[in-house]
C-alpha cells in the first residue's frame, strides 16, 4: 500500500477490482476488508466524515459574521454547500429523506441571504413560503432564535433566560450544571454569559418575509396551565427575566468571571471544546463579549480549531463536521478486520493499536464530580476531549485492544485494566451506564423552556449498557456482580415486542445488535426467551429484498417505524450481527441478508449509504456516519464466512 502526501493510504494501491462472477460473500469481503485497509492513516487511525445537517454550515457563517472574521471564499463555498442540501420543495431536512424542518430551513435561508442570495429567487421564496407556513420564525426552536437575536432579527426578552449566577448553584442543587449532561452543560455556561450580555450586532438586512405576520413579528406564547411542569418552568423564566433588570452587579461579574474561567480549563489542546460544535461556538461568542481579543491565544486556537472540522468537496463546497469520529471508527475498524480474518499481529492492527494507546486519557474530567474517587482512565470519542472520555468508546476499544496481539502486552493489558476499572466505577445506581456521567437521570432539565432541541441529560441507554457487559465479558468478569446488574437491567428494558432501543445509533436495530451480542457472550443461552423474542422480531422486520433498514422516525412513531425503513448497508450488517450471535448462520434470514450485501456491494469493496443510522440526539440530531456502510458490514461478513466464536482472543 502506498501513502499519499496527506498520510493516508492509497486506495488504488490494495482495492480489488470486483469480477462480473465474483459474487460469494468470501469476495464479497475480501473487497471490502482491501478497501478498509486502504483508508487507515498511516499513523494508525480511521476516521470516515461524520455528516449532520446544514444548522452547522449555516451557524458558521453566522459566528463568522458576528466575529467579524467572515471570508468572500468561506462564505461561497458554505453556500454552494447549503443550496447543494435543498429540497425540490424549497425546504431542508436533518437527515436524508425526512420531513422538512423549519429550523434547519430558517438558518439556511438566512445564511444564503448573508451569502448574497436573491430573495426573490424561486429557491429562497419556496423556503420562505415554507417557513411562514410552518409558523414563521416564531415556532423555531430556541437555539435558532438566539443565533437570529445575536443580529436584531428576535428580541432577547422573548429567549429563555440563563442568568450566569446557574454556576454558583451547589452539586446538591436541582439544575445545577452537572445535572445537565456534558454536552448540555458546556454549550449552558458560554449561553449564560451570552444571556447576560445580550449582544446585538447589525443587521446586514431584515428578516420580514419569514413572519408570519410583519405586523406582529414577536407574538408572545401563551402560558401552559400552572399546574403543569411546562406553566411552572414558563413562570419561573418570567422571575428571571425580572432578575436580569435587577441583577446585583458584583455578583454577576464574579458569575461572569467564574463562567470564564470554567470555559478555558476546558478548552483542548486542539482549541475545541469537547470536541462538538454548540460548546466551540458559543464558548468564542462569551469570551469575545467578556473582551477577548481575537489575537488572544484562547480564541485564535479556538476560531482555528474549525480547520480541523471543514470538508472541502472536489466542486469547491465546503461543509463542517459536527465532531469528529477517529477513536469510535479506529476501533470498530479493529474489531472488523479481526472479525474479517486478519490475524491480531497483523502491521495496520498493530499501528491502530499504538495510535489507541495514545489516546488513552488518564487525566481526572467532569465524570469525577459524582466519582471523585474513581481512578481515571478511558477514551473519547475524538482525536482532543481529555475532559469527557466517555463509557461507549472505552468499552468498544477495549475490546479492539483485547483481540490484537501487540509486540508490548504489558502496555495494552495495563490500558485495559485502567479502563474496566474506570467503566465499573461509572455504573449508575439502577446497574446500567450512560455515556458520559453516573446518574445523569434528573428529570428537571428537560423541563426547561430552553431545552427544546435534542436531549440534555445522559440516562443509562441498552446500547452502552450492552457494549459494557460485552466488554466485561470478554476480559473474564461475566460472571462480576457488576456485570449480573448489567445484565438484569437489559433483560428488564426489552421492548414488548422483542427489541431494544437504540439511544446511539438508529433505532431498535441498532440497539438489538447492540444487546443480543452481549447477552450471548455473557452467557444468556441462545434459547432464552429473550433472545428468541428479538430474533423473532428482526425475522419480522427483514425487507422483501433481503436487506434491513430503520428510518430515524422510529424515533417519534415507533408503531408505524420500529425497525422499518429502506435496506442500509449498516442496519443490514447490524441485523446479521445480532443473528449471528443468537445461533441464526443458517437460518434463511441470514442468509438472505448476506445475499443483499453482496448484491448491493459497490465494484470498489464499499456500499452506498445515503440514509443517516447515527443519532447525535433521538430525532432531533442524525448523523451519517460515513464509515458505518463499510465497517458494520465486513464484522457481519467476517462472522458468517468464518463462522467462528463471537469475541475470539488476539490469536
Request: hydrophobic fraction near 40%; include cysteine.
Amino acid at each position: 500500500m502506498t501513502a499519499t502526501a496527506g498520510g493516508r493510504i492509497d486506495p488504488k494501491a490494495s482495492v480489488a477490482v470486483r469480477q462480473p462472477d465474483d459474487s460469494s460473500p468470501g469476495a464479497a469481503l475480501s473487497r471490502a476488508t482491501a478497501h478498509l485497509l486502504s483508508l487507515q492513516h498511516a499513523d494508525g487511525w480511521w476516521k470516515g466524515d461524520l455528516e449532520t445537517n446544514v444548522t452547522m454550515d449555516a451557524e458558521d457563517l453566522l459566528l463568522r459574521q458576528f466575529l467579524g472574521i467572515r471570508t468572500e471564499e468561506q462564505t461561497r463555498a458554505t453556500a454552494a454547500w447549503i443550496r447543494s442540501q435543498q429540497r425540490d420543495d424549497g425546504t431542508w431536512a436533518t437527515f436524508h429523506g425526512g420531513p422538512p424542518e423549519l429550523s434547519t430551513t430558517v438558518e439556511a435561508y438566512v445564511a444564503l441571504k448573508l451569502a448574497g442570495e436573491d430573495p426573490g429567487a424561486p429557491h429562497m421564496a419556496a423556503a420562505a413560503a415554507y417557513v411562514r407556513g410552518a409558523g414563521g420564525i416564531a415556532a423555531a426552536r430556541v437555539f435558532t432564535r438566539i443565533w437570529l437575536a445575536l443580529f436584531g432579527w428576535w428580541p432577547w426578552e422573548q429567549l429563555p433566560e440563563l442568568p450566569p449566577e446557574l454556576i454558583f448553584l451547589p452539586r446538591w442543587a436541582p439544575l445545577n450544571l452537572y445535572s445537565f449532561a456534558q454536552w448540555a452543560r458546556q454549550t449552558i455556561v458560554p449561553l449564560t454569559v451570552v444571556s447576560a450580555h445580550r449582544p446585538v450586532r447589525p443587521a446586514p438586512f431584515d428578516l420580514t418575509e419569514l413572519h408570519t405576520d410583519p405586523a406582529n413579528p414577536f407574538p408572545t406564547r401563551p402560558l401552559a396551565p400552572a399546574a403543569s411542569w411546562d406553566g411552572l418552568f414558563q413562570r419561573l423564566d418570567r422571575l428571571m427575566h425580572h432578575y436580569h433588570r435587577y441583577a446585583l452587579r458584583p455578583l454577576r461579574r464574579l458569575a461572569m468571571q467564574q463562567a470564564a474561567r470554567w470555559i478555558i480549563e476546558r478548552q483542548e489542546s486542539d482549541g475545541c471544546w469537547g470536541g462538538i460544535q454548540p460548546p466551540a461556538v458559543y464558548s468564542l461568542i462569551s469570551l469575545s463579549l467578556l473582551g477577548y481579543s481575537l489575537d488572544h491565544p484562547v480564541m485564535k486556537a479556538g476560531i482555528a480549531s474549525f480547520d480541523g472540522f471543514t470538508v472541502h468537496t472536489e466542486d469547491g463546497r465546503r461543509w463542517m463536521e459536527a465532531c469528529q469520529s477517529p477513536v469510535w471508527d479506529t476501533c470498530l475498524a479493529t474489531i472488523a478486520l479481526r472479525d474479517a480474518g486478519l490475524p491480531g499481529d497483523h502491521p495496520a492492527l498493530v499501528r491502530a493499536t499504538d495510535w489507541m494507546l495514545a489516546e488513552e486519557i488518564t487525566t481526572r474530567g467532569d465524570w469525577a464530580v459524582k466519582r471523585p474517587q474513581l481512578a481515571p482512565g478511558g477514551w473519547a470519542f475524538e482525536f482532543q476531549n481529555d475532559t469527557y472520555p466517555d463509557v461507549d468508546d472505552t468499552a468498544e476499544v477495549v475490546l479492539a485492544l483485547h483481540r490484537v496481539a501487540h509486540p508490548e502486552p504489558e502496555k495494552v493489558d495495563g490500558a485495559m485494566r485502567r479502563a474496566v476499572e474506570w467503566t465499573l466505577g461509572m455504573q449508575s445506581r439502577n446497574g446500567a451506564w450512560g455515556a458520559f456521567d453516573a446518574d445523569n437521570t434528573s428529570p428537571l432539565p428537560n423541563k426547561l423552556p430552553f431545552c427544546d432541541f435534542g436531549e440534555v441529560i445522559d440516562p443509562p441507554s441498552a446500547d452502552v449498557t450492552a457494549h459494557m457487559v460485552e466488554m466485561l465479558a470478554a476480559v473474564g468478569l461475566a460472571h462480576d456482580p457488576r456485570c449480573r446488574r448489567g445484565i438484569s437491567w437489559l433483560l428488564r428494558n426489552q421492548e414488548a415486542d422483542g427489541s431494544w432501543f437504540g439511544r446511539w445509533g438508529t433505532n431498535y436495530i441498532y440497539g438489538t445488535m447492540s444487546v443480543l451480542p452481549a447477552l450471548v457472550a455473557a452467557g444468556i443461552a441462545v434459547d432464552h426467551p429473550a433472545v428468541r423474542r428479538a430474533v423473532r422480531w428482526l425475522g419480522m422486520r427483514q425487507n422483501e429484498d433481503g436487506g434491513w433498514g430503520e428510518d430515524l422516525r422510529s424515533y417519534r412513531d415507533p408503531d408505524a417505524w420500529s425497525g422499518r425503513g429502506e435496506s442500509t448497508a449498516s442496519q443490514t450488517a447490524w441485523a446479521l450481527m445480532a443473528l449471528l450471535s443468537a445461533g441464526e448462520r443458517e437460518s434463511a434470514a441470514v442468509e438472505r441478508g448476506v445475499q443483499w450485501l453482496v448484491r448491493a456491494q459497490r465494484p470498489d469493496g464499499t456500499w452506498d449509504e445515503p440514509q443517516f443510522t447515527g443519532t447525535g440526539f433521538p430525532w432531533d440530531f442524525s448523523i451519517n456516519y460515513h464509515l458505518y456502510r463499510l465497517v458494520f458490514p465486513v464484522t457481519a461478513l467476517g462472522r458468517y464466512v468464518r463462522d467462528e466464536p463471537l469475541g475470539g482472543g488476539a490469536a
